[in-house]
């Protein structure tokens, strides 16, 4: 299950979703990792598939990673965004074939402090684990993040929001 997910497709025939994992929670000064599945029903398309966002000074930040979609092909990858200081609340993500936007969507993000507490729950009964929702910090909160194998960031920096995962009678293989 997508926590936060996003879709979108026109007539190029290049569909994409996005999502993040952690229930769309990030915090200051970490990497976020942005899962993106991306498609193709045409003809064959080279492509980079963009994740932007503009922060509060207005300034942009762009992350890309170039993708081969040949005819009737489906890609899922991670792109890795840096979260800035303040946050932002959402991301742009673009599938971009010569300068030109041919799918977009957008992913919705929720800010965190970094006093704040995010646990990771990858469990078949997580309500079993609300209690964990009710610890008290001095000047943050704790947040609970349902989370699934497939939304697991594959290199280290996409786990940097992630203070604490509980794995419990879930298939990790």
Do not use: C
Request: negative net charge.
């Amino acid at each position: 299950k997508f926590s936060q997910v996003a879709s979108a497709q026109n007539e190029s025939a290049v569909t994409i979703q996005a999502s993040t994992p952690f229930d769309g929670y990030a915090k200051d000064g970490t990497w976020i990792p942005v899962r993106v599945i991306v498609e193709n029903t045409g003809p064959d398309v080279e492509a980079s598939i963009q994740v932007s966002y503009k922060s509060s000074g207005s300034t942009s930040s762009v992350y890309s990673a170039d993708v081969s979609l040949p005819t009737t092909s489906r890609k899922e990858l991670f792109i890795y965004v840096y979260f800035p200081q303040g946050g932002v609340s959402n991301l742009s993500v673009q599938v971009m074939e010569n300068k030109k936007s041919i799918a977009k969507t957008s992913v919705r993000l929720s800010h965190l402090t970094n006093d704040s507490l995010l646990v990771g729950l990858m469990t078949d009964s997580p309500s079993a684990y609300n209690a964990i929702a009710d610890i008290q910090l001095k000047n943050g909160f704790t947040r609970l993040a349902q989370l699934q194998p497939a939304d697991m960031p594959e290199q280290p920096q996409g786990w940097e929001s992630l203070d604490v995962i509980v794995v419990s009678g879930v298939d990790t293989g």
